[in-house]
C-alpha cells in the first residue's frame, strides 16, 4: 500500500511539472501490413517522435478482433511494465523500446505465430501532458499448401461422348489463406465452358484451420486429346506475393477408329542399295492401332506387328508397296502406299585386258567402268597408295617402276559402303637395268678380302656374271622380287677393275668396279729413345726410334677379310721376348758407353766424337727398334712382338 502511494506521488509530481510548461506533441508512424510465415516470430515496428523525454512516455499495445472491438495486451510507463494475461498473445508477445533524442522506436514481437494471430495491431504513445499518438498494422500469416496430387482415368474413353466426361481430379491440402487450383492441357488455361469443359472446386478446413481444395475436371473428348497432357497448377499467397506449384503431367487415352493409314521405310534411314534389309512400317491414326496387311501388285506379303522385312534387296525390289485396314464403322478400306527404289552398282570392268604386256617407253591406256544408278567416283591404286582418278588410267613412257598390279576402286559418294573394284596386271619388258653402287671406286687394304654385290633387273629376268682382268670370277645370286641380287669376294692383293654383267634376250648392260690396293701405313703414338754409340772409330751416329704398329684400316665398301690379321701376335704372348729385348738395350748401352770412353781417351783415332739423341713417345704394346749406321747405312728393326725387318733407310 505504501509502495503505491508513493508511486502514485511520484507520478503526480512529474505531471505537476510538465503541466506547467507548453502540451507536448507525440507523432506514430507504423507499416501498413506485416506479413510472416506460420510458425515464426512476427515484428511490428512503432516509430514515434516527441517533444518529452523518453521518461515522460505511456507506451500501449492493443489488437482488434473479427468483431472490431479493441483489447490491450501491453502497458507501459515510466515506472512499470505489464503484459497482460488471459490473452491469446499471453506468453508469446515482447516488446522492446529504443529511445533517442526526440524519437524513438518500440518493437513488438509475436512469437511462434497462429493463424489466429492474423488481426490489427495498434500502438499508442502518449505523453503525460495529453500529447497522444497511435498508429495501426495489420498482421498476415501464410502457410504454403502441399505439393498438389493429380489422379487421372486409368480406362481409355471413347470419343464420341455427347457429355463431358471425368479426366482426372487434383488436391492442395494444408494452405492457408485458401488456395486456388487452375486446370491445364498441353500448357493451355481450360476454364468452364457449358458442354464442353466442366470444373468442380470443393474446400474443406482442417481442424488446423488450413484449408484444402479438391478440383475436378471433366471434357468433352475429341480423338485430337489422345496424347495431350493434362495438369494442375496450385496459386497460393506467400509473403510479398504469390507462389505455384505444378503436379506431374498426366496424358489420357482416347479410343477412336482410323480413317488413315500412312506406309514409309523405317531402316535404313537414307538411300537404300542392293543388299540392305530393308523395314517398311505401316501406322494408322486411330487408337489402338489397327490390324493391317502388305501387298505388292495385289500380292499380299508376310509382316509382323504391322512391320514388313525385306532382306538382301535387289534393284528386282523396287515398286510400289502398300498397307491396308478396314475402317470399323464404315467398313470401308483404308489404304496407305509408297515407293521404293533399290540403287545398284554393277561390278567393275577393266579393258582392253586384265594382263597387259609393254615394251619399256610404250604408252597405256587402261580404262575401268561400273554401271550405276548413281553417280561414281574412282580412282587408281598401286601398292596401297593412289596413282591416279577417273575411269581411265593413261602411263606415258612406261619403266620397270610402273610395272605391277592396279586396282580401280569404284565408289558411290552418296552412300557409304557401295563400291566395287578391278584389278589388271601390267608386264614391262626391256632390257637388263643395274641398280647403281654407292661408291663404284674403293680403296682396300692388301690382303683384304671385299665383297661386291650387283643388283639388276630386267623382263625377262637378266643373267648376272662377274669379270676381272678379262675371266670370269665365281659368284653367288638370289632371285629377288624385282631382280636378281648377285655378289662376289674379291681378295686384294693389288690395284685391279672387277665387272659386273646383266643381261636378257633383249640387251645387257655392265657396271664396273675399280678397286686400289693399299699397303697398311704405321703411326708413331708413343717413341722412346735407345742409347746411341759408335761402331768403329769413325764418328757414327745409330739412332733407335720405337713406334707402335698400327691395325690395318677398314674396307669402306663391301665386307673385308683380312689374311695377315692373326699374323699380329698378342701382347701376353710376347712378354719373354720383351724382357730379352729390355737386356739387350742395357748391354748395348753399356757397349756404347765403354766405346765413347775410349774414344774420348783417344784409344780409337779417325772418328768425331757426335752422339744425336732423339725422344719420340713409344707405344706400350708394340715398340720397333731402328738402328742406323754411317758405315754400313744398313737399318735394322726389332719389333718386340719378336718379327725382324729390315730395309734402306
Not at 501491453?74 to 526526440?102: A, C, L, W
Not at 675399280?514 to 701405313?521: D, E, L, M, Y
Not at 665398301?557 to 742395357?586: E, M, N, W, Y
Request: net charge negative.
Amino acid at each position: 500500500m505504501a509502495l503505491r502511494t508513493m508511486t502514485a506521488l511520484l507520478v503526480g509530481l512529474f505531471f505537476l511539472l510538465h503541466t506547467w510548461g507548453v502540451k507536448a506533441q507525440v507523432k506514430v508512424a507504423m507499416e501498413d501490413r506485416v506479413e510472416v510465415t506460420l510458425g515464426t516470430a512476427a515484428e511490428i515496428p512503432c516509430l514515434y517522435t516527441t517533444d518529452d523525454g523518453f521518461g515522460g512516455l505511456i507506451i500501449e499495445w492493443f489488437y482488434l478482433d473479427p468483431a472490431g472491438k479493441q483489447h490491450r495486451i501491453y502497458f507501459q510507463d515510466p515506472t512499470m511494465r505489464i503484459e497482460e494475461t488471459n490473452s491469446q498473445f499471453t506468453g508469446r508477445i515482447k516488446v522492446d523500446v529504443t529511445p533517442s533524442q526526440g524519437s524513438g522506436q518500440v518493437l513488438l514481437r509475436v512469437l511462434e505465430t497462429r493463424l489466429g494471430d492474423e488481426v490489427d495491431f495498434i500502438c499508442l504513445v502518449k505523453s503525460l501532458t495529453d500529447g497522444n499518438d497511435q498508429g495501426k498494422t495489420q498482421l498476415r500469416v501464410f502457410e504454403k499448401p502441399d505439393h498438389p496430387i493429380i489422379e487421372s482415368v486409368d480406362e481409355e474413353i471413347w470419343y464420341n461422348n455427347e457429355e463431358p466426361v471425368k479426366i482426372g481430379s487434383c488436391e492442395a491440402k494444408n494452405g492457408y489463406p485458401r488456395p486456388n487450383i487452375t486446370w491445364y492441357k498441353d500448357n493451355t488455361p481450360l476454364s468452364n465452358v457449358p458442354n464442353e469443359v466442366s470444373v468442380e472446386s470443393r474446400v474443406a478446413t482442417g481442424s488446423s484451420g488450413l484449408f484444402s481444395v479438391e478440383s475436378e475436371l471433366s471434357l468433352k473428348v475429341v480423338k485430337e486429346d489422345q496424347g495431350s497432357e493434362f495438369y494442375c497448377e496450385v496459386n497460393y499467397q506467400v509473403i510479398g506475393g504469390f507462389g505455384m506449384l505444378e503436379s506431374e503431367k498426366k496424358k489420357i487415352r482416347v479410343r477412336y477408329p482410323s480413317d488413315e493409314v500412312n506406309l514409309w521405310v523405317k531402316s535404313p534411314k537414307r538411300d537404300i542399295k542392293e543388299g540392305d534389309t530393308v523395314e517398311f512400317e505401316c501406322l494408322g491414326n486411330g487408337n489402338p492401332q489397327p490390324l493391317v496387311t502388305f501387298r505388292r501388285e495385289r500380292v499380299e506379303l508376310n509382316a509382323i506387328n504391322n512391320v514388313l522385312e525385306l532382306r538382301n534387296v535387289s534393284r528386282l525390289d523396287s515398286g510400289r508397296y502398300e498397307c491396308v485396314t478396314t475402317h470399323i464403322e464404315t467398313f470401308e478400306e483404308v489404304v496407305g502406299n509408297t515407293t521404293l527404289f533399290v540403287n545398284y552398282l554393277e561390278p567393275a570392268d577393266v579393258s582392253p585386258e586384265e594382263t597387259l604386256t609393254l615394251s619399256q617407253g610404250a604408252d597405256l591406256n587402261q580404262s575401268c567402268n561400273a554401271l550405276s544408278s548413281l553417280k561414281t567416283h574412282t580412282v587408281w591404286m598401286k601398292n596401297g597408295v593412289k596413282v591416279a582418278t577417273g575411269n581411265i588410267l593413261s602411263l606415258r613412257d612406261v619403266v620397270y617402276d610402273m610395272a605391277g598390279t592396279y586396282e580401280c576402286m569404284v565408289t558411290v559418294p552418296q552412300l557409304v559402303g557401295m563400291e566395287t573394284s578391278a584389278v589388271f596386271q601390267l608386264i614391262v619388258e626391256g632390257s637388263p637395268e643395274i641398280s647403281e653402287p654407292q661408291s663404284t671406286s674403293l680403296e682396300q687394304a692388301v690382303e683384304s678380302t671385299v665383297v661386291l654385290t650387283c643388283r639388276a633387273r630386267g623382263n625377262p629376268r637378266p643373267t648376272i656374271t662377274w669379270r676381272s682382268a678379262g675371266s670370269l670370277v665365281d659368284s653367288q645370286s638370289n632371285v629377288t622380287e624385282d631382280g636378281v641380287l648377285s655378289w662376289v669376294n674379291v681378295k686384294v692383293s693389288s690395284d685391279l677393275n672387277v665387272s659386273c654383267h646383266a643381261s636378257n634376250t633383249n640387251g645387257n648392260v655392265e657396271t664396273l668396279y675399280s678397286i686400289k690396293a693399299i699397303v697398311p701405313t704405321t703411326a708413331s703414338p708413343t717413341t722412346t729413345l735407345a742409347t746411341v754409340v759408335p761402331t768403329t772409330a769413325s764418328p757414327t751416329t745409330t739412332l733407335a726410334t720405337v713406334v707402335p704398329i698400327n691395325d690395318r684400316p677398314a674396307s669402306t665398301v663391301g665386307t673385308v677379310q683380312s689374311d695377315t690379321t692373326d699374323k699380329i701376335p698378342r701382347a701376353g704372348s710376347s712378354g719373354v721376348i720383351i724382357a730379352v729385348l729390355i737386356i739387350c738395350l742395357l748391354l748395348l748401352a753399356i757397349l756404347g758407353s765403354v766405346l765413347y770412353f775410349l774414344y774420348k781417351k783417344g784409344k780409337i783415332c779417325g772418328r768425331s766424337g757426335k752422339q744425336d739423341l732423339t725422344k719420340e713417345k713409344t707405344s706400350r704394346d708394340n715398340i720397333v727398334v731402328e738402328m742406323k749406321s754411317d758405315n754400313t747405312e744398313e737399318a735394322v728393326l726389332l719389333a718386340v712382338n719378336g718379327d725382324k725387318k729390315s730395309g734402306d733407310q
